[in-house]
């Protein structure tokens, strides 16, 4: 199937990994520095089911509405395995784009992970690989929780406001051919779909959200994204008129040609406050 065609289909159809309720306490949990493994428990299962193709849904979809949308976004990065350009040329371009998508007053970047889908790189480079598995960064509890952490001096004059958590992702070297994110709607889940884990870290316990199945849930991705591209999404919004939470995955894509190059991707975390 060539690209052309991949950019011009609907959608395609694909494996999305959920969670099973089974009691078992989720956990997730971040080896220490230097250790690049991950203890994950908990039962999953797949399930078929549509993915739309985003490129076609265009300016209808909304950050509001849908919780996510693509826009351009060329990058003075040179070289996103070196952390030093990520914090002084990348971070101030991702402020920005948060500011413009969201209208937000302040944006607080408090996070990034460079991702790759090749064993070489992760271990030369102590990178994480793509998550499979559906899930959305932060709960009702970890989202604010975040705040006072990163915060803790303003945090409650913050809190008293709407803010919200939001991610940029992108591709950093070539297009994504294999393991391209994808994000569910936010129309289209109930929070009953989703089930708290823990997510363990070294220095810290937080909160995520896994996603257990629902028939409902429409899925969108955006095939062959560039270098140039930058998909902006919601994680948590504390306002509960709107999209509030994105949850979404790597999926293997049945279109990936067999030479298919490794996904290489950025995400930023970023904090965006709000005067009301």
Request: proline share 6%.
């Given at each position: 199937?060539?690209?052309?065609?991949?950019?011009?289909?609907?959608?395609?159809?694909?494996?999305?990994?959920?969670?099973?309720?089974?009691?078992?306490?989720l956990i997730n949990?971040?080896?220490?520095?230097?250790?690049?493994?991950?203890?994950?428990?908990?039962?999953?299962?797949?399930?078929?089911?549509?993915?739309?193709?985003?490129?076609?849904?265009?300016?209808?979809?909304?950050?509001?509405?849908?919780?996510?949308?693509?826009?351009?976004?060329?990058?003075?990065?040179?070289?996103?395995?070196?952390?030093?350009?990520?914090t002084s040329v990348?971070?101030?371009?991702?402020?920005?784009?948060?500011?413009?998508?969201?209208?937000?007053?302040?944006?607080?970047?408090?996070?990034?992970?460079?991702?790759?889908?090749?064993?070489?790189?992760?271990?030369?480079?102590?990178?994480?690989?793509?998550?499979?598995?559906?899930?959305?960064?932060?709960?009702?509890?970890?989202?604010?929780?975040?705040?006072?952490?990163?915060?803790?001096?303003?945090?409650?004059?913050?809190?008293?406001?709407?803010?919200?958590?939001?991610?940029?992702?992108?591709?950093?070297?070539?297009?994504?051919?294999?393991?391209?994110?994808?994000?569910?709607?936010?129309r289209t889940y109930?929070?009953?779909?989703?089930?708290?884990?823990?997510?363990?870290?070294?220095?810290?316990?937080?909160?995520?959200?896994?996603?257990?199945?629902?028939?409902?849930?429409?899925?969108?991705?955006?095939?062959?994204?560039?270098?140039?591209?930058?998909?902006?999404?919601?994680?948590?919004?504390?306002?509960?008129?709107?999209?509030?939470?994105?949850?979404?995955?790597?999926?293997?894509?049945?279109?990936?040609?067999?030479?298919?190059?490794?996904?290489?991707?950025?995400?930023?975390?970023?904090?965006?406050?709000?005067?009301?």
């Amino acid at each position: 199937m060539s690209d052309t065609a991949i950019l011009d289909a609907d959608s395609i159809e694909a494996n999305i990994v959920y969670a099973v309720d089974t009691g078992e306490k989720l956990i997730n949990q971040t080896m220490p520095a230097g250790d690049m493994s991950r203890v994950v428990t908990g039962k999953y299962e797949s399930h078929r089911m549509t993915i739309r193709n985003g490129r076609k849904a265009g300016a209808d979809l909304d950050l509001d509405r849908n919780g996510f949308v693509l826009t351009d976004h060329p990058t003075s990065v040179a070289d996103f395995y070196d952390p030093d350009q990520i914090t002084s040329v990348y971070y101030p371009e991702v402020e920005q784009l948060v500011a413009e998508k969201t209208g937000a007053s302040r944006v607080v970047i408090f996070d990034h992970t460079v991702r790759s889908g090749d064993d070489a790189t992760r271990k030369e480079k102590l990178v994480r690989e793509p998550v499979r598995a559906a899930h959305n960064d932060y709960t009702e509890v970890s989202g604010p929780r975040r705040v006072r952490e990163i915060l803790p001096d303003e945090a409650e004059a913050l809190l008293s406001k709407r803010f919200a958590i939001v991610q940029v992702w992108r591709a950093i070297r070539n297009p994504i051919e294999a393991d391209p994110l994808t994000m569910c709607d936010a129309r289209t889940y109930e929070m009953d779909d989703f089930l708290t884990a823990e997510r363990r870290y070294p220095d810290r316990v937080g909160e995520t959200y896994r996603m257990q199945f629902n028939p409902a849930h429409e899925w969108y991705y955006f095939p062959r994204m560039r270098r140039d591209e930058a998909l902006v999404f919601k994680v948590y919004d504390s306002e509960t008129d709107r999209a509030r939470f994105t949850p979404h995955t790597s999926f293997e894509d049945p279109t990936s040609p067999p030479n298919a190059g490794p996904r290489e991707s950025i995400e930023v975390r970023t904090f965006a406050f709000f005067d009301d």
